[in-house]
């Protein structure tokens, strides 16, 4: 499709013989003879400054690197160059668009170059499974029986099929989380199950879950019964601390419809969730999405009318401090029309200074920069509407080559 590009081809792997040259240049010496002399470039660099060189590109770069000849496949691919790569700051987040209603097919964008790659994510069947990202390391788990959880590098492929996660194998609702340490490289998941009471619809047992990835080993840290709040599937870890949103079930103002909740994973504790742990949100929300920004939780949610808390007005920003909201941003109403009819829920994830935000009902990407507090759009998707009930969701990952599960 027109401005779609091949990721597949560019994958480190797949690369067995020298596809290309390096360029040469022409000096004359000091004698002044007119006889240039071609001077090959792999001849003058060594191999830690080309090594070091090569760590600075952007990811995708690095990955056409390796086509460039034997000696470049060989420096991207060896445990030295992971070794620089991770030592250089952080690529930019790239977002990853499923662009079938029932198949798990779409193309993730490079902000930096601006392009949209065609990638093949493993194992996944289908775009409503329940997706959750940290430091290179994405976690997929279906939205069926909630017993299949795999953890991959969406650009190196790698990728490794875990436990069963405990607890109930239906539960109504569930909320995926990975935190991965950029150090060791160990993580942890969270699942947060929510079930409702046979027969009371306020009462709702909920349970957190936990995968350690040092131990190899899931353990349940609690379980507790609340009452006129349920689970939902948004949460995030930041900085050891898990955070996800909950939903009322009574008939409270409208303000009150979301809450979040935030369970310190270090304590642990076991008692008392809803009445230490409750922090209001910071308006009447349409829908909510929590994000890691740089160890700091921020969400995106959608503004309630003040008539109508249901329909949607506009989308903010809010970064939580402590346990008050600051709110950073406010989408501007050209780009909030820009996205045409937009539902009262819809699709936002970010990591690092970057904040995607993706309307459910078409394919285009909305960006926002926290460093420079700019919005601004994404190339256009290689990919155009078949149906007019056709579906796009998505989510954002940082790209790397140095980690694996």
Not at 40 to 68: F, H, K, M, T
Not at 173 to 181: D, F, H, T
Not at 371 to 393: A, G, I, Y
């Amino acid at each position: 499709m027109e401005g779609e590009s091949s990721w597949i081809n560019h994958r480190l792997d797949d690369i067995s013989e020298e596809i290309g040259e390096f360029d040469s240049f022409s000096e004359f010496n000091d004698e002044g003879n007119n006889e240039a002399t071609a001077v090959s470039l792999e001849l003058i660099l060594p191999n830690d400054l080309l090594e070091r060189i090569l760590a600075y590109l952007p990811i995708a770069s690095i990955c056409r690197a390796g086509c460039v000849c034997k000696r470049w496949n060989e420096i991207v691919s060896s445990n030295r160059f992971l070794w620089n790569f991770s030592h250089v700051p952080s690529q930019k987040p790239w977002y990853f668009m499923f662009t079938g209603s029932g198949e798990p097919n779409g193309y993730a964008y490079d902000p930096i170059l601006r392009k949209w790659y065609g990638i093949e994510l493993p194992h996944i069947r289908a775009p409503d499974w329940f997706i959750a990202s940290s430091c290179g390391l994405v976690g997929f788990m279906d939205n069926d029986s909630r017993s299949e959880l795999y953890i991959c590098n969406p650009i190196t492929k790698r990728h490794k099929k875990l436990e069963e996660p405990p607890g109930w194998k239906f539960s109504d609702y569930s909320a995926l989380a990975i935190s991965v340490n950029r150090i060791s490289h160990g993580y942890l998941i969270t699942v947060v199950k929510s079930k409702q009471v046979p027969g009371n619809f306020f009462q709702w047992d909920i349970s957190i879950h936990i995968y350690d990835s040092e131990t190899i080993l899931w353990t349940t840290s609690l379980t507790e019964v609340l009452t006129g709040w349920r689970g939902g599937d948004e949460s995030v870890i930041c900085n050891d601390v898990l955070y996800f949103l909950i939903y009322s079930t009574g008939s409270g103002a409208p303000a009150n419809r979301h809450g979040l909740v935030a369970y310190n994973l270090s304590s642990r504790s076991s008692h008392g969730l809803l009445d230490r742990c409750f922090i209001p949100v910071p308006c009447a929300l349409t829908c909510g999405r929590l994000m890691n920004l740089k160890g700091k939780l921020a969400m995106v949610g959608g503004i309630g009318r003040h008539d109508r808390a249901d329909i949607i007005k506009g989308i903010g920003i809010w970064v939580l401090n402590g346990r008050e909201w600051q709110e950073i941003a406010r989408m501007p109403h050209k780009f909030f029309q820009g996205f045409g009819e937009f539902d009262d829920v819809f699709a936002s994830g970010g990591t690092d200074d970057l904040i995607y935000i993706q309307s459910y009902g078409a394919p285009v990407l909305l960006i926002f920069d926290m460093n420079q507090k700019q919005w601004k759009w994404s190339q256009k998707c290689p990919v155009t509407k078949r149906f007019p009930l056709q579906l796009f969701s998505g989510f954002c990952f940082e790209p790397r080559l140095g980690i694996a599960p």
